[in-house]
């Protein structure tokens, strides 16, 4: 079996991430790491993998991103996966997601012309300006089952059961594979590197692929072919501070009940 | 006018609030159409109710092939009835989605078949198509517009005020026709969330959370939100001690909720926590550390124990209301 595990390379959610100036994230200047929500979805691929120990099962981690992107595949060496993948090219640059999906979709094409892919896993969002849409598009341009956001994931064979929350209900889903899988942070505690799995990983094979590899056209990727433009983006205004009271006998519901008051809550 | 397509949000035939929202930003763009897919025998229900926020048409689609399976069916229904109404010589301005997880994924599959621009969880949609959406944990906010066919844009909740304008509200059937490879992920078992009796969390005017700090009792911040007329959220420390199910995390993993009022209790304001509530108009805290991040964002904050500071708070309004 073959799996294909995407993960991206995100600038860190607690340092001060920001736009440059033609509005793209700034993907360079800012920390970045593998975005901690693909860990989930590179657990899940593990667990599989060791969970169906008798058959081979190749897992192989694949991004799309700027130089220090590999970062991101190569931690998911060091947890475990067995190859990495990553499409760099500075066309693809500015991408929205519609165009990452189309790249990441011939990716998995090549891959699969080289041995079939029996599943690819996602996580819930990018934790930079994520839609979570990337995994569906996926499943639209591959002409896949998509089974997603999954907290719960079950294989038997060639079938995939997962469980996922909706707004007003918790549906079981099942498909077969070939599909593509999204999971949440629900699904289980992601593994840290082990020491023995950063030296493995420094063996694992790394390919870096251009657009050229993939029979992609500069011209479908990049800003200048998103299907949608920033014109603008602005830092929130800081809130101004607010009022601090200490509760002594009561006086902290008193003082909260007038502020509710003065706001016509009550 | 062009048209505007809105996916009307129900259950059970009871048309949701955000549905209407849609209708009132619809009319910005052009004419209002709502979409609905769903039972046959809910269809009249629902059209009465969108044609009281100004829906020309409603465009129903029965959902006997669709609602057995995930996202795929739904789309390709969208695309259909996109190209049928465009096929007949009338323009689309736009199709709005309500922000849900699913229909973000729809609005994404649609996107590739149209061919279209996508913009997801706008919070406000002018005139002219340009959005207004709130990214990086609510610390930024970004203006996009759709450069490309028809703007597919998905529009949270709380994004507009309902405004009531009769519309004709023709109803048309749609006839789509579902690919098997579009039924290929089924739902085999439908487990559907026991009411709380509450707003719905994404939807609601106030909202009252607790976090870690409840240690689990959240008895006082229930009894607040029901003074309230709130709905109850919960920080992840909580949902991952079991204490509440995940449908009422806030947070970067959770809903999003922008609410007039939020209250956080016991909530230390990590930055994931705050990505899910940061926009909210007025932010209130009760926290027994006066160092906890939280009191950065709030107008007003109580330094106090949780579990004396909110019953008398209770206590104090039941008696202000009388
Ligand atoms: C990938 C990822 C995604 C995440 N997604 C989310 C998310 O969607 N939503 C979310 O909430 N978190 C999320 N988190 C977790 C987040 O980082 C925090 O761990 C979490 O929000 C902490 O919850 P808390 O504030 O309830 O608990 P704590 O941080 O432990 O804070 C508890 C607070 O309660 C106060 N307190 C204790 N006792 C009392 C009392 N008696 N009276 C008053 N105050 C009291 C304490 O002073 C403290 O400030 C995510 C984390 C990661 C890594
Ligand atoms: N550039 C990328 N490289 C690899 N995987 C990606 C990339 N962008 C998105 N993904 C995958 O798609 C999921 C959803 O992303 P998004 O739709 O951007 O929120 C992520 O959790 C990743 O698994």
Known sequence: MNIVVLVKYVPDATADRRFEADNTVDRVDVDGLLSELDEYAVEQALQIKEKRAEEEIEVTALTVGPEKAADAVRKALQMGADKGVHVIDDAIAGSDAIATSLVLAKAIEKLGAEKPVDLVVGGLASTDAGLSVVPAMLAERLGLPQVTLASVVETQGNQVRIKRDTDVATEVVGGTMPLVLSVTDQSGEARYPSFKGIMAAKKKPLETWSLADLGVDASQVGLAASWSVVEETAARPPRTAGEIVKDEDGSGAKALADFLASKKFI | ?322
Do not use: C
């Open chain 2, 1 to 322: 006018m062009s048209e505007v397509l809105v996916l009307v949000d129900a259950q059970n035939g009871a048309v949701k609030k955000p549905t209407y929202e849609l209708l009132t930003i619809a009319k910005r763009l052009g004419t209002p159409s709502a979409v609905f897919i769903g039972a046959a025998g809910e269809a009249a229900g629902v059209a009465e109710a969108v044609k009281k926020y100004g829906a020309e048409k409603v465009y129903v689609i029965d959902d006997a092939q669709i609602k057995g399976y995930l996202v795929a069916p739904k789309a390709e229904a969208l695309a259909q009835l996109a190209q049928q109404v465009s096929g007949a010589g009338k323009d689309l301005a736009a199709i709005l989605l309500p922000s849900s997880a699913e229909n973000k994924e729809v609005a994404g599959r649609l996107a590739i078949k149209l061919e279209s621009g996508l913009i997801t969880d706008a919070v406000d949609v002018e005139g002219d198509g340009t959005t207004t959406q709130s990214v990086f944990a609510g610390n930024y906010t970004v203006k996009a517009k759709v450069t490309k066919g028809t703007p597919i844009i998905t529009v949270k909740p709380n994004s507009a005020a309902p405004e009531e304008s009769a519309g004709a509200g023709e109803v048309e059937t749609i006839a789509v026709s579902i690919s098997d490879a579009a039924k290929t992920a089924q739902i085999v078992a439908t487990q559907p969330r026991a009411a709380t009796g509450r707003p719905e969390l994404t939807e609601a005017a106030i909202v009252v959370s607790g976090g870690r700090g409840t240690g689990g009792d959240f008895t006082a911040v229930e009894a607040l939100a029901d003074v309230l007329g709130a709905a109850v959220g919960a920080s992840r420390a909580a949902v991952d001690s079991g204490w509440k199910p995940h449908s009422f995390q806030v947070g970067q993993t959770g809903k999003t909720v922008s609410p007039q009022l939020y209250v956080a209790n016991g909530i230390s304001g990590a930055i994931q926590h705050r990505a899910g509530m940061q926009t909210s108009k007025t932010i209130v805290a009760v926290n027994k550390d006066e160092e906890a991040p939280i009191f950065e964002l709030v107008d007003f904050g109580v330094v106090g124990d949780l579990h004396t500071v909110l019953p008398a708070l209770t206590e104090e309004i039941t008696k202000r209301k009388g």
